[in-house]
């Protein structure tokens, strides 16, 4: 029990770390929350704090990710079936440190740039799969959150397909992972309905009504 609730708290902690918040306000003086989209993420970072930020974004909130599923599976090895119920159970934490960390109020990121890293460290032939295929949508429409969404739903199925030792646990973890950035893309999916959603590289970015959250 112990070694659980270190692992997870660990978990949750580096998830919560809200590196596009302090990039920008380190780098621009500025509070990113309050700009674009009002979101932490790579993303908005991107619009505006520059590229560059916004690509350190992506790699530190994938990082962080991977990083706490690591730790867990070095204090709980890889099973036979694959990667350890505590590894799991890490990047879920992790996720959910993303999209509700501690030191900004519970209200962070969508959790894209993460669960990738956690998926990276846990499956990472099937988070390759899910990228290639998030690269070829966003390249074909310029869609950042239409290619996020699918990549997030297409995570379970590409497991089904790929991993062959595969437990209930690890579906499992992916499913609600899955589900968990898919959902806290609400606001974009309504927009998508619409044909309203920003498209990437675009200088009006949507306005959410609550800045930051969806």
Excluded: C
Excluded at 21 to 49: C, E, H, M, P
Excluded at 113 to 126: K, N, Q, R
Excluded at 190 to 199: A, D, I, K, Q, Y
């Amino acid at each position: 029990m112990t070694i659980w609730l270190f692992t997870l708290t660990l978990a949750y902690l580096l998830g919560s770390i809200p590196f596009g918040y302090l990039l920008v306000r380190f780098f621009r003086k500025q509070d990113v929350r309050a700009t674009g989209s009002g979101n932490i993420g790579a993303t908005n970072v991107a619009r505006s704090g520059g590229k560059a930020l916004g690509l350190l974004t992506l790699l530190l909130d994938a990082l962080k990710g991977a990083v706490a599923v690591l730790i867990a599976g070095h204090l709980a090895p890889n099973t036979p079936h694959g990667p350890s119920i505590l590894a799991i159970a890490a990047a879920v934490a992790a996720v959910i440190g993303h999209v509700f960390p501690v030191w900004l109020g519970f209200r962070g990121g969508k959790g894209i740039a993460t669960a990738l890293g956690v998926f990276l460290a846990l499956v990472p032939l099937v988070a390759l799969s899910a990228l290639g295929l998030f690269i070829l949508v966003v390249a074909v429409t310029r869609l950042v959150s239409l290619g996020s969404i699918l990549a997030a739903i297409s995570i379970p199925l590409f497991a089904l397909v790929l991993v062959t030792h595969r437990s209930p646990a690890l579906l499992l973890g992916l499913s609600v992972i899955s589900l968990l950035t898919i959902v806290k893309h609400h606001a974009n999916i309504v927009r998508l309905l619409h044909g309203t959603e920003s498209r990437f590289g675009s200088s009006q970015p949507p306005q959410s009504k609550k800045k930051g959250y969806a």
